[in-house]
């Protein structure tokens, strides 16, 4: 059962100076597949902490402990099976019975009763940072569910100019450490990937995925809130979509990625949540890279959906004893996600949804062993040629210096007496 909250958008036409490449659109849109390469990030260690958080709703809660504080202050004998229905109840107060949502909100229900609220965003936004606070601040969650995976995990305690400023920059480092996370053809998409990124970044001055660390600040603020991290991890993503791309496509998509520098606005990512230019551009990313979408854009979609269902199973109320009967309710879930995958959510979220198959990571195919295998040879070769070339010039320069010039004629002139 769905119920959507958002208003069709205004059909807008598109002028010739409207249009851009859907590629760089959907990198708007799409979970960002392009973040940095896990190790290379500063303040990695932060990375286990947000983990942390994330399995322990009340390690990041600041909000709630000075409540718990309060609560104390006031009732110095409480137990804390009462301290834990105060807070249980301040949440309900808060829990909007109607929320004003809006509009880039769809609400979706469980078999169970459950509600599910997906947040459609654009990974460079201001606005969808405010459309996420605001959903969460309103419908008091129980779980908040982002599109990330443990391996960008780190993104969430990283300060928006350090984030800004590793997304601008990117060195022989990172593409080491990209490949070797990777693969060699997984690891250089990457990096094409988050060369397109970091044009995006330079043009908005803004760094992806502001939306996320709103999300969880906000998620820490609400009592007994988990934190949940729900994309697929992006090496099994990379390494699917790369099996799934034939030869030519590959150097199409490359070529495309390497000379990719349309200009983007503010305007732009705005207008990329309109329902109808987003339909749009997914369809001229299907013409141009059908495998792609699916992998990249299609697969997630399920994966994303399965995991907002496994966040929205029914929650136990807190006890006051051991004895006291177990009660579950249905719980409240908020989904932060691309406005990309919002369509496919709504698509998937009636269907039976079996995850094993999308997770498998395909062998390398025929293509793929010989591209590695030229892109090997090609290294390697140009290694040898320098050497070469190298130790040709130093014998050039060695054989001209006039001391070596003097030993050689008097070598000659000794030769001829024996």
């Known amino acids: 059962m769905t119920n959507t909250t958002c208003c069709p958008a205004a059909n807008v036409p598109l002028g010739a100076g409207d ?44 909000a709630l402990e000075d409540d718990q504080k309060e609560t104390s202050d006031a009732s110095p004998n409480i137990s804390d099976a009462d301290a834990f229905k105060i807070l249980l109840e301040m949440k ?65 305690k990283m300060d928006e100019n350090t984030l800004l400023k590793e997304a601008k920059e990117i060195n022989l480092e990172k593409l080491q450490q990209a490949i070797k996370q990777n693969g060699v053809m997984s690891g250089l998409m990457q990096m094409l990937l988050l060369k397109v990124s970091a044009h995006i970044t330079e043009q908005l001055g803004m760094a992806p995925g502001g939306e996320f660390r709103e999300a969880f600040k906000e998620a820490g603020k609400v009592p007994f809130c988990k ?25 199409k998509l490359a070529w495309g990625l390497c000379f990719l520098s349309d200009p983007i606005s503010k305007d732009d990512v705005e207008k990329c949540k309109q329902k109808d230019l987003l339909e749009q551009m997914m369809a001229e990313m299907i013409g141009e890279f059908p495998d792609l979408h699916r992998t990249i854009v299609s697969e997630r979609d399920i994966y994303l959906t399965y995991m907002l269902k496994q966040a929205a199973k029914r929650i136990e109320l807190p006890r006051a004893s051991e004895t006291e009967p177990r009660k579950c309710i249905p719980s409240v879930v908020v989904g932060v996600v691309g406005m990309g995958h919002v369509p496919g959510i709504e698509k998937n979220w009636n269907t039976d949804l079996n995850i094993q198959e999308i997770m ?14 030229v892109i090997k040879a090609t290294v390697f070769g140009l290694m040898g040629y320098g050497c070469y070339r190298v130790g040709q010039r130093t014998v050039q320069f060695i054989l001209s210096m006039p001391t070596t010039q003097n030993c050689l004629q008097r070598l000659t002139e000794i030769r001829p007496r024996h």
Not at 34 to 43: A, D, F, I, M, V
Not at 232 to 243: E, G, L, Q, S
Request: charged share 20%.
């Open 19 to 62: 249009r851009r490449s859907p590629l760089l659109l959907l990198l708007l849109l799409l979970a960002a597949v392009s973040e940095q390469p896990r190790s290379c990030l500063p303040g990695h260690s932060h990375a286990s902490g947000a983990r942390k958080a994330a399995a322990d709703p009340m390690s990041s809660s600041d």
């Open 92 to 156: 309900m107060k808060k829990r909007q019975k109607k929320p004003n949502l809006p509009s880039t909100v769809t609400e979706l229900v469980t078999e169970e009763g459950s509600k599910v609220f997906v947040v459609g965003t654009a990974h460079f936004s201001d606005s969808s940072k405010r459309d996420v606070a605001k959903t969460i601040q309103e419908v008091q969650p129980d779980v908040v569910v982002v599109e990330l995976c443990q391996y960008r995990v780190s993104m969430l």
């Open 227 to 251: 934190f949940h991290l729900g994309d697929r991890p992006i090496p099994v993503t990379f390494k699917r979509a790369i099996a799934a791309l034939s030869f030519w496509q590959k150097v």
């Open 360 to 373: 498998s990571v395909p062998p390398p195919s025929t293509s793929s062993k010989v591209l590695r295998f």
